[in-house]
């Protein structure tokens, strides 16, 4: 493939001629979200251009938003959002400390993943068929060979040693440095969760948090006997903080809680400097932040974001995560990183359930140290990057007038923000008999808002999704 004659690029540096033939590729679709594009060599020998010219020409790309460089990789097409279809603006719950009461149809939309009949747009799991099933199921059997009686003995909190081990290395990628020692293994994020409530509230408290906000996070305080205050956030950045200083100014907090990269359902990545400004803005105050990564790891740009905890100088940020969105859901390994609260937190594991499961821990360890979780990681990141903007695109040519969605830079949720005529809770009915299943936007919500809006995974993409968001379109419009 030879470049035109100097002649005709006269006007034109070279490099940005070498740009806009990538960049035209890529609107055009030969090169997907997600997709690697030729390697500064072989771009050189393909255009008759030297390695200098390519390297500008990426950089520009880069530049544009067009292109990710990926360290030792290579360079890969970004995630663009359709920009036709506009985004949600920023919420407003009322602020004010209110009980929970969503917690029969957040069940409802979990039971739906039961029904391997239905299109599974509802809850927000990862789809099987992109995990290492095979090879972790190997581990698995491998790891409780190799250790034995250790594999069927309690791994008695903190928890298994090897794999604290690897996920202590593992946050020095998020800008975290903590000690193996500080760190609990769960079962599950959501134990991690429900624990570091537990360590920190007591029946009555007020906590703040998202909103819309991750609906086990709702059934957590609920289960509690705790109160939820809902912080406006905004699609792209996260929780307010603005909102959350008039909160605090006017309410007695005990707790905040934030999924501060990539939020379920919004999607938002909080800017780092954010992230140290929600730090320290409740430390001066004396609260705990309890902040769920579970979507940490799914990024689409080359580096992962760093997390909240930091920026934490004084043990007061409880980090929960687990490998649940991008390893194994059903082995449920999750892990705490409790700062002062670990002696509680260790106390309350104990007296929960002794211990989480110990073969799961083993075989995770071993996946992450023999470095196959990286590599699992890049492959997914780069699909669910490509079924995001698939998905916001079909959502876009299908659903009515005056729709929004968002666009979020990592995980595999959208949410999607109807016309106010559209009641989701509605379409969630007759989504289900037309083999669909959704989220609805209240259970998002301790008051029951976002009627309007619903979340959608996708972590599935194929002609039968594609159809379902059709249908889901037309129902939608139907009540316009």
Not at 73 to 86: D, I, K
Not at 176 to 190: H, M, W
Not at 459 to 476: C, F, M, P
Request: proline share 8%.
């Amino acid at each position: 493939m030879r470049m035109s004659s100097p002649s005709t690029v006269a006007k034109t540096p070279l490099y940005e001629t070498v740009a806009s033939r990538i960049a035209q590729s890529i609107t055009e679709g030969t090169f997907r979200p997600g997709d690697k594009i030729p390697s500064v060599r072989t771009l050189s020998r393909q255009f008759q251009v030297s390695l200098t010219t390519v390297l500008e020409a990426y950089t520009l790309l880069e530049d544009r938003g067009l292109i990710d460089a990926r360290p030792q990789s290579g360079y890969y097409v970004r995630a663009r959002f359709p920009v036709v279809t506009p985004e949600p603006g920023i919420s407003a719950p009322q602020l004010s400390p209110t009980g929970v009461s969503t917690g029969e149809l957040a069940m409802l939309v979990l039971r739906d993943t039961r029904n391997p009949d239905l299109v599974p747009l509802g809850a927000a799991i990862p789809n099987p068929a992109l995990l290492p099933v095979e090879r972790l199921n190997r581990m698995l059997a491998t790891e409780s060979r190799r250790h034995g009686i250790a594999s069927v003995s309690y791994e008695i909190p903190p928890g298994c040693e090897k794999l604290r081990v690897q996920i202590a290395q593992r946050m020095l990628t998020a800008g975290c440095a903590v000690s193996p020692d500080r760190l609990v293994t769960t079962s599950g994020c959501v134990e991690a969760v429900v624990l570091s409530l537990r360590a920190i509230c007591r029946p009555g408290d007020t906590v703040a948090v998202e909103s819309p906000v991750y609906y086990n996070f709702l059934q957590a305080i609920d289960l509690l006997d705790l109160r939820a205050l809902e912080i406006p956030s905004h699609p792209r950045h996260g929780m307010s903080l603005d909102a959350l200083r008039y909160a605090l100014d006017h309410n007695p907090i005990r707790a905040c809680m934030v999924i501060a990269n990539f939020n379920n359902p919004l999607g938002s990545l909080m800017p780092d400097e954010y992230k140290k400004e929600l730090v320290e803005l409740l430390v001066a105050r004396d609260i705990p932040l309890i902040e769920d990564d579970i979507y940490g790891d799914l990024s689409f740009a080359p580096n992962r974001p760093r997390m909240a905890k930091a920026y934490d100088r004084s043990g007061m940020v409880l980090l929960c995560s687990s490998f649940s969105k991008t390893l194994a859901p059903g082995y449920r390994v999750g892990w705490v990183a409790p700062g002062r609260f670990q002696t509680e937190i260790e106390r309350l594991k104990g007296i929960t359930n002794i211990a989480t499961s110990t073969p799961p821990q083993l075989a995770v360890a071993e996946f992450l140290a023999n470095g196959g979780y990286d590599h699992h990681v890049r492959r997914i990141r780069r699909v669910y990057a490509r079924q995001m903007v698939q998905m916001a695109e079909a959502v876009g040519r299908t659903f009515p007038a005056g729709t929004r969605v968002t666009r979020p830079e990592g995980g595999f949720v959208l949410w999607v923000e109807c016309p106010p005529t559209v009641d989701s809770l509605l379409l969630y009915e007759q989504a289900l008999r037309a083999g669909i299943t959704i989220a609805p936007g209240p259970i998002f919500s301790a008051t029951g808002k976002y009627r309007n809006c619903i979340r959608l995974n996708a972590a599935y993409w194929d002609e039968r999704v594609e159809n379902a968001i059709s249908t889901l379109g037309q129902l939608a419009a139907a009540m316009s």
